[in-house]
């Protein structure tokens, strides 16, 4: 089974610039997280999907990040303009269902972001 | 709201001995699911053990064992007979198992950096 993949692994971007993410979860899992992980923190939820839908999004700050899952699949995580406080790991994650939850996330190997 | 606490930033064992990473968590809720994750340096997150609240019995996988006291809310990871692969922050992580908008989210503590010695 593919685990989950992101892209891409690095990006150094000039501050007030735009960047963008992306995300493909497991085959079938219905739900996926974007959370952000500054150096020497645990992982923050940005935002949680189920399917195409927005379930909590309490925490992204709208007025520069937006995220999408239009189909349901792949994801796309979009900063604009990026600021240096937003220097971080970027991480996906996805599970199944609620009905078969096992209470795990999977999680991909992050998209780091340098701001300068 | 939830949180969870790692009390530890740095912890560090000798080879083939046994180190015991703490956290403590605060919930009103009485359902729910404890999880130690570990994050290898650039690497993926990976589930490392998890508990489901609502079991006495406390997880064990492999190596790997919990500590599980419900009512003090502790889950501390006990990792026995170290291997340098072992090296890795540790994160606990709390997921409420009620529906509503929060469930599956999970809310994590800042981590335990642990080091293994040779």
């Known amino acids: 089974e593919a685990g989950v993949a992101q892209s891409p692994r690095y990006k150094i971007i000039e501050k007030r610039q735009s960047v963008a993410f992306w995300c493909n979860p497991i085959?079938?899992?219905?739900?996926l997280y974007w959370y952000q992980q500054i150096l020497g923190q645990g992982p923050k939820l940005l935002i949680q999907?189920?399917?195409?839908?927005?379930?909590?999004d309490s925490q992204l700050p709208k007025d520069r990040f937006s995220a999408e899952r239009l189909k349901g699949v792949d994801s796309t995580l979009k900063i604009q303009p990026a600021k240096l406080e937003d220097s971080a790991v970027y991480l996906c994650?996805?599970?199944?269902?609620?009905?078969?939850?096992?209470?795990?996330?999977?999680f991909g190997e992050g998209s780091r972001l340098t701001v300068l | 709201a939830q949180t969870v606490t790692q009390s530890q930033p740095e912890m560090s064992v000798q080879e083939a001995e046994t180190v015991t990473l703490s956290c403590t968590y605060d919930?009103?809720?009485?359902?729910?699911?404890l999880f130690w994750y570990k994050q290898p340096p650039s690497r993926q997150m990976i589930l490392v053990i998890r508990?489901?609240?609502?079991?006495?019995q406390n997880a064990t996988e492999n190596r790997f064992s919990v500590n599980f006291q419900k009512a003090a809310k502790s889950f501390s990871l006990k990792i026995s007979d170290s291997q340098l692969g072992d090296a890795a922050m540790y994160f606990c992580?709390?997921?409420?198992?009620?529906?509503?908008?929060?469930?599956?989210?999970?809310?994590f503590g800042k981590g335990t950096k642990l080091s293994v010695k040779p």
């Open positions: 994650a996805s599970s199944r269902v609620r009905t078969l939850n096992t209470g795990e996330l999977f």
């Open positions: 085959s079938g899992h219905a739900t």
């Open positions: 999907f189920q399917n195409n839908g927005v379930v909590d």
């Open positions: 919930t009103s809720e009485s359902d729910y699911y």
């Open positions: 508990q489901e609240a609502y079991k006495q």
């Open positions: 992580a709390y997921r409420s198992a009620l529906d509503g908008g929060s469930q599956g989210n999970l809310i």
